[in-house]
Nanobody, 127 residues
Framework: VQLQASGGGLVQPGGSLKLSCAAS????????IGWFRQGPGQEREGVAC????????TYADSVKGRFTISRDDAENTVYLQMNSLQPEDTDVYYC?????????????????????WGKGTLVTVSS
């Protein structure tokens, strides 16, 4: 049972990246999946979450209108499309599985609803 995030890299300000979170060992469609990010010495921040039925999607205010979370249960993968990237988006990005199929309504509480974490992928936004 694991999650693996990938797709990070170096991008210039204003650019785009698409992260992938590949799930294995469990039925992805039963769970909410969240994306988080964490910088050195900082708390892990909830970025986005998508519920199992896609009935709820939660975004942090800092990424609304720029990031889009989506899922392809047939491919056991959740994506995070990141556009208009800025230097402050530089972080290690993690995906995580929810304890249920639901996402918290506020990104502030997403962390507490997760029970399985993947290794992160580094996103660096710099010119």
């Amino acid at each position: 049972v694991q999650l693996q995030a990938s797709g990070g890299g170096l991008v210039q300000p204003g650019g785009s990246l698409k992260l992938s979170c590949a799930a294995s060992g469990f039925t992805l469609s039963d769970y909410a999946i969240g994306w988080f990010r964490q910088g050195p010495g900082q708390e892990r921040e909830g970025v986005a979450c998508i519920s199992s039925s896609v009935s709820r999607i939660t975004y942090a205010d800092s990424v609304k209108g720029r990031f889009t979370i989506s899922r392809d249960d047939a491919e056991n993968t959740v994506y995070l499309q990141m556009n208009s990237l800025q230097p402050e988006d530089t972080d290690v990005y993690y995906c995580a599985r929810g304890r249920s199929g639901y996402c918290a309504s506020s990104s502030r509480y997403l962390y507490y609803g997760m029970d399985l974490w993947g290794k992160g992928t580094l996103v660096t936004v710099s010119s």
